[in-house]
């Protein structure tokens, strides 16, 4: 009963899916993890190799952690960036900064939960802390992770955020459901730096275009110069091929609605994109993580431009 009392809340508060998972050690994750560190997939994001042991272990962030409470939360816009030519952001980029926006409903959730079950303890998380949260989703029936290694819903495809509640109180569970991906090999085809095994479900971090264009502080390797399809922010290639985006709703959440002035940007404006104009333009944005000097060479990278 308080399952579903919290299931609803949580679709009031705009989560469009929403399972619970039993908290435990992941055993089959954890070797996982560890042989793709090995290997080095990782590139510079070293802080991956942080903290593996909270990774696998929800007890580790929540002493008594019983239950882990998964909920996507949609960033699906048909709005797209005006000019063909100008260099591109991701969807999820668009509107305001994520982990705030979905940071505040969980808080709310949270709160509202301790209204129905008293003393509890718990954290919310939103891509914030050594949580792997497409795990926990999968475990707790939101999709399945696909070839192209996001989590895959067959009702709502994939463009949604995560996030979780971890908690001390014990709740009814959710079973995984099998994956749909089939013979389908469209995302690792259309991957322009073959970042995706050949086989799929394995993730070369150092060719994927998002990593090269956020996570990468050095110089882009020339080697990727003809292979970036544009992409100075992220990337959306291995979503929008996937045939369950063709499920992809629209959004309602105000916060992410792309800004006018940013689908305007053409090409030539990218190019010679100020300090100013990136402050204003992405104020409360994911892409000031980039800064503006990554931004800019990104830009400088993407379209050849020399100032």
């Not at 290997?39 to 510079?44: I, R, S, T």
């Not at 239950?67 to 699906?76: D, E, H, K, P, R």
């Not at 399945?144 to 709740?171: Q, R, V």
């Amino acid at each position: 009963m308080v399952s579903k009392q919290i299931h609803q809340k949580a679709m009031d508060l705009g989560f469009v899916s929403f399972g619970i998972s039993k908290a435990g050690f992941m055993e089959e994750e954890a070797q996982r993890l560890d042989k793709w560190l090995n290997q080095h997939y990782h590139g510079e994001m070293s802080y991956l190799e942080n903290h593996f042991d909270k990774r696998v272990d929800p007890s580790l962030l929540v002493p008594g952690a019983k239950s882990v409470i998964s909920l996507a939360y949609n960033y699906y816009h048909p709005d797209k960036q005006k000019d063909v030519s100008a260099p591109k952001i991701s969807m999820y980029a668009y509107g305001k900064d994520y982990h705030k926006v979905v940071r505040k409903k969980l808080n709310t959730l949270f709160e509202y939960i301790k209204t129905l079950c008293g003393s509890i303890e718990g954290r919310v998380f939103v891509d914030s802390a050594p949580v792997l949260e497409r795990d926990w989703a999968k475990r707790s029936g939101l999709g399945w992770i696909g070839k192209n290694t996001m989590l895959i819903n067959p009702k709502k495809g994939s463009f949604f955020f995560l996030g979780e509640i971890i908690t001390d109180l014990e709740l009814e569970y959710d079973h995984p459901i099998k994956d749909y991906c089939g013979t389908c090999t469209k995302c690792i085809e259309a991957c322009p730096t073959e970042a995706i095994h050949p086989e799929g479900y394995i993730m070369d971090g150092k060719k994927c275009i998002s990593y090269l264009t956020i996570e990468l502080k050095s110089a882009i390797p020339e080697t990727f110069h003809d292979s970036m399809d544009g992409w100075m922010f992220g990337c959306d290639i291995c979503q929008q091929v996937c045939p369950w985006n063709r499920f992809s709703e629209e959004h309602e959440e105000t916060m992410f609605l792309p800004e006018p002035a940013l689908l305007d940007m053409t090409k030539q404006d990218w190019e010679n994109l100020t300090e100013d104009v990136f402050e204003t333009l992405f104020q409360g944005s994911a892409v000031k993580r980039t800064k503006y000097s990554g931004l800019k060479r990104n830009i400088q990278f993407v379209t050849g431009f020399k100032p």
